[in-house]
């Protein structure tokens, strides 16, 4: 399947995550890192899974897993699940109000926190003050 359309999907899935997190509409600020680890053969099934790693103010960290499923030739009666693709995806909460804090409650969420909260800082990202208005015209680096 060509990246591109794996990349709009999992845009989508982030933009409804972020939605869902927030309460209220966001406003998608930046793509951040993406890995294409393998390809994804036409026929097989593709699971995403969407995750709000990160927040400060307004802005969040969302991360999306490409899982493939599909049968192996040697056991035709499993599947086998491989991960092919990660993306993150910086989303603005439009709104007074700031987001709700995530609070990782595994050693595996403290490390995403821990490694999106270290991405955030190295990107200077900021909510531009008109965002709390009337929503995202463009991105302010800080």
């Given at each position: 399947?060509?990246?591109?359309?794996?990349?709009?999907?999992?845009?989508?899935?982030?933009?409804?995550?972020?939605v869902l997190h927030a309460g209220r509409h966001?406003?998608?600020?930046?793509?951040?890192?993406?890995?294409?680890?393998?390809?994804?053969?036409?026929?097989?099934?593709?699971?995403?899974?969407?995750?709000?790693?990160?927040?400060?103010?307004?802005?969040?960290?969302?991360?999306?897993?490409?899982?493939?499923?599909?049968?192996?030739?040697?056991?035709?009666?499993?599947?086998?699940?491989?991960?092919?693709?990660?993306?993150?995806?910086?989303?603005?909460?439009?709104?007074?109000?700031?987001?709700?804090?995530?609070?990782?409650?595994?050693?595996?969420?403290?490390?995403?926190?821990?490694?999106?909260?270290?991405?955030?800082?190295?990107?200077?990202?900021?909510?531009?003050?008109?965002?709390?208005?009337?929503?995202?015209?463009?991105?302010?680096?800080?």
């Amino acid at each position: 399947i060509f990246g591109g359309h794996l990349l709009r999907l999992a845009a989508e899935l982030a933009y409804s995550t972020a939605v869902l997190h927030a309460g209220r509409h966001c406003e998608a600020i930046a793509l951040g890192d993406v890995t294409f680890k393998q390809p994804v053969p036409i026929g097989c099934v593709l699971e995403f899974r969407a995750k709000v790693v990160y927040t400060s103010g307004h802005l969040m960290r969302v991360t999306v897993v490409a899982t493939k499923h599909q049968q192996l030739i040697e056991r035709p009666s499993e599947l086998h699940a491989s991960v092919t693709n990660d993306f993150t995806f910086v989303l603005a909460a439009v709104g007074a109000h700031e987001l709700r804090r995530i609070e990782p409650q595994t050693l595996r969420e403290v490390v995403q926190y821990l490694a999106a909260h270290r991405q955030h800082v190295a990107d200077g990202y900021q909510a531009p003050s008109s965002l709390l208005q009337e929503g995202m015209e463009h991105v302010l680096l800080g």
